[in-house]
């Protein structure tokens, strides 16, 4: 394949998947400039060796997963105590309001904190990027019945860790 085709299908990927991007994005971080941050490392990662991915054969899935690394790096940088809560004791449903965006989103990725990567991941694809569990699987190259029971067991877990802590 022309090196220029396949910059064009990357530019043409990243122009396609923008608003799911951004929104993966906006999940795992509280600032606006974190989310541009992260998406600016993961243009310039992709489109800088372009010419090494010629071989990739899910171009979606790789960029899904490449995101879902520059987001993990960002954080790992950031040590950040707002992204990450340990104590859900300090909760309340009344944080769960759409006037308490920053709580929920704290709650959300305090409850997903808990989870096993492969089942966070599962469900932040599902619900905030809104793909089908088709997709899914294809993005994180597991099997169709694996992507859905990963995603059925870490929403269990997320239900019984809100029954806990009287959130749900």
Excluded at 19 to 45: G, H, K, M, P, W
Excluded at 106 to 119: H, V, W
């Amino acid at each position: 394949m022309e090196k220029g085709n396949l910059r064009q299908q990357i530019e043409r990927a990243l122009e396609e998947e923008r608003n799911n991007l951004f929104q993966y994005a906006s999940y795992r971080f509280i600032e606006l400039a974190d989310v541009e941050d992260v998406l600016q490392d993961l243009y310039v990662t992709l489109l800088s060796k372009f010419a090494s991915l010629s071989g990739i054969a899910n171009l979606k899935g790789y960029i899904y997963r490449t995101l879902s690394n520059c987001c993990t790096s960002r954080q790992r940088h950031q040590r950040n105590d707002e992204v990450y809560i340990n104590d859900l004791s300090g909760f309340d449903v009344a944080d769960m309001s759409p006037e308490s965006f920053e709580d929920e989103f704290r709650l959300i990725n305090a409850l997903l904190a808990r989870l096993s990567p492969e089942q966070s991941e599962t469900i932040r694809l599902k619900l905030h990027c809104g793909l089908t569990f088709e997709q899914i699987a294809e993005i994180t190259e597991v099997p169709l019945p694996t992507a859905k029971s990963r995603f059925r067991y870490g929403i269990d877990k997320l239900r019984n860790e809100l029954k806990k802590y009287n959130l749900f």
